[in-house]
């Protein structure tokens, strides 16, 4: 899942202005931190403003934080062993290779007290690649849909048909990442979004060559922005950037459509070299704590599994089909799943063809 | 003394020599390594040979040709302008070179976010366009917005050692032409010309290689719309996570890299032989 990310790099520079600045006091503060340390590595502009402030004068351990911006970046890093986080927040089938892989330990969960406000669903839906629920905790969730400009589109959206239709040429954009762009195809000819058959992955990546025409761009982050400036009529996104998005202009629309899409989760693991785990598990439980999990969702605006933080909602977010899809459309998506390094290199290399035709 | 001058010597290209030793060496070694296995560490030609599979092979020349295109367009726009430079006086000439070196003090990323800006469908250009009534301008995410954005950053490297060429032309030298009865296009074609094979030689290196080897500008103007062959690289190395395969294929660049620094070099001896 990508973020904010000219956002991110912003605050980026500010942190890296501000350590900078406190790097000596940092060490002088061991008196106002007891507890140690958490390290921390998460998404950028993941997390409420003053989250990591309240925590670390409630517990009185040191964050320090970290981000990265897409899975495929933290995975060498950890793997590698080079930093040793306490925390990370990876996406559903990242945290299934990272499991697989050995990277990754239980959690403790007599740690976790606040657990019991993370709804029994979202825990269910997390088997798909935490199968025993003991090594990850949801931290968000949502879809990948369709958000359309009303202005530039007539007829109604349901069906990811619209992105092969010819009258939307150069008005498309795609997302620029190889599982989410099979997933659409994958989805329209109604496969699963974890297939590994050959001809099926190579039926999927003809469509995506016969769709290059009509697409204006293949983008990450940049989806959020031309949509809002009206650079496009049609943009595959992830749900949580929906919501800021139409905050921004009003014209915009996001639909699942109805063949089904992709149900992500970025959750709480412990990798298995953490320096801290207990600080680690006192992290998780703080983060599922209502209140918490509210100033999260307020301010980065994706999906949160926690029912405490839904009971602090309005009603017309509760009612928000961004955030609270139907039942009946939620049965039609499906979660990623790591599908090994054999299925992993011909994701690579179909997606290769398509972006080099 | 003369082993207290050669240790002197030593002693100053050590920090150097370190340098070379930890940032260029190793890892060139690292990089043959990496591009000569697979994943379980078997000696392997499948990183090189995979180029010539079409996808690859398509960017690769995707890539020659629109790096090849953005020399000849920065070399045809910096010597007319060289020439003029040459022959102003000192204070002008100062300020017009200062005004190319000047974009090159903002950050390469962001004057190249700032082209998409411009050249986004209701970007700052269009919308002008249309304000004058005038057709729009739809170059955003194809090669043409590419060549636009590599011209743009690189030209500067062609500019500096054209001019610095030109400028070392003796005015003595192009005075004996005329005094022997050559005509203007006499004196820019026999005694001008070769005489700054050089600069151009050494522009044309600084504008092709790194165009060449571009995945920044491709992606950013690209749209991902248009792969070279620094984006399949890029892709392995990232997204991919197989640095065996993105290894091999730096080692095939490197190659055409150093073919092309070889011919160029050969015209640059010749012409340096010929002017001194």
Redesign the interface.
């Known amino acids: 899942m990508t973020k904010r990310n000219y956002f991110f790099l912003a605050a980026a520079l500010v942190i890296s202005f501000t350590s900078a600045g406190c790097g000596s006091s940092r060490e002088d503060n061991s008196g106002r931190y007891p507890n140690g340390q958490v390290i921390v590595y998460n998404w950028g502009e993941y997390i409420g403003e003053d989250v990591i402030a309240k925590f670390e004068e409630e517990t009185g351990i040191q964050v320090i934080y970290d981000m990265f911006e897409?899975n495929?970046?933290m995975?060498?890093k950890v793997e590698s062993g080079a930093v040793a986080y306490d925390v990370i927040c990876p996406s559903d089938y990242m945290i299934q290779k990272m499991r697989e892989n050995g990277l990754l330990q239980p959690i403790d969960f007599s740690n976790v007290p606040n657990l019991k406000y993370i709804g029994s669903e979202y825990l269910e839906y997390s088997r798909a690649f935490d199968p025993e629920n003991s090594y990850s905790v949801p931290y968000c969730w949502g879809t990948v849909g369709i958000l359309y400009n009303k202005t530039m589109v007539e007829e109604p959206v349901d069906s990811w048909d619209i992105l092969w239709d010819p009258k939307y040429k150069?008005e498309i954009l795609m997302q620029?990442?190889?599982r989410d762009a099979f997933a659409v195809a994958e989805k329209k000819l109604d496969f699963s979004l974890n297939s590994t058959s050959e001809p099926e992955l190579a039926a999927a990546r003809d469509l995506l060559i016969e769709q290059?025409p009509l697409?204006?761009?293949?983008?990450i982050d940049q989806v959020r922005d031309m949509m809002i400036?009206?650079?496009?009529a049609i943009g595959v996104i992830y749900s949580g950037e929906a919501l800021y998005t139409q905050e921004e202009n009003e014209n915009l629309e996001y639909v699942i459509p109805k063949e089904g899409s992709n149900l992500w989760f970025d959750s709480w693991v412990i990798p298995a070299n953490a320096p801290n785990k207990k600080n680690a598990e006192a992290w998780i439980n703080f983060m599922c704590r209502p209140d918490i999990a509210y100033d999260n969702f307020d301010y980065i605006t994706y999906g949160t599994p926690n029912t405490g933080a839904m009971e602090m909602m309005d009603e017309e977010l509760l009612e928000n089909p961004v955030l609270f899809p139907d039942e009946e459309l939620l049965e039609e998506c499906e979660v990623f799943q790591y599908l090994g390094?054999d299925a992993?290199?011909i994701y690579?290399e179909y997606w290769?063809?398509v972006?080099?035709? | 003394m003369k082993i207290k001058k050669n240790l002197s010597k030593t002693l100053l290209a050590g920090p150097y020599l370190v340098w070379m030793i930890a940032f260029t060496i190793i890892p060139l070694c690292m990089v043959g390594v990496y591009g000569l296995t697979d994943r379980t560490g078997v000696f392997t030609m499948d990183n090189l040979t995979l180029l010539a599979q079409r996808g690859y092979m398509k960017a690769l020349l995707l890539s020659l040709g629109l790096s090849l295109l953005s020399t000849v367009i920065c070399l045809a726009l910096s010597y007319p302008l060289a020439m003029i430079l040459r022959s102003r006086g000192n204070g002008r000439k100062g300020f017009m070179v200062f005004l190319f070196i000047l974009p090159m003090w903002m950050n390469f990323l962001l004057r190249t976010l700032a082209w998409r800006t411009l050249l986004e469908k209701n970007g700052v250009i269009n919308a002008l366009l249309d304000l004058m009534g005038l057709p729009s301008l739809q170059i955003i995410n194809t090669p043409a917005a590419i060549v636009l954005g590599m011209v743009y950053n690189f030209l500067p490297f062609m500019i500096l050692p054209v001019y610095n060429c030109l400028m070392k032309i003796d005015n003595d030298v192009i005075n004996a032409a005329k005094d022997l009865g050559a005509n203007a296009f006499q004196t820019f074609f026999r005694v001008i010309l070769p005489l700054s094979v050089p600069g151009i030689i050494s522009g044309v290196t600084m504008v092709f290689i790194p165009a060449l080897t571009t995945f920044v500008i491709s992606d950013l103007l690209g749209g991902g719309k248009v792969l070279l062959i620094g984006n399949i690289i890029e892709q392995k190395f990232t997204t991919a996570n197989n640095w065996h395969v993105g290894s091999g294929l730096s080692l095939v660049l490197m190659i055409f890299i150093l073919i092309s620094m070889a011919v160029l070099n050969k015209y640059d001896k010749n012409g340096e032989g010929n002017a001194f």
Do not use: I
């Open positions: 897409t495929e970046e995975y060498p150069n620029k990442s190889v290059k697409v204006q761009a293949y983008v400036g009206n650079e496009a390094p992993e290199a690579d290769m063809e972006l080099s035709e």
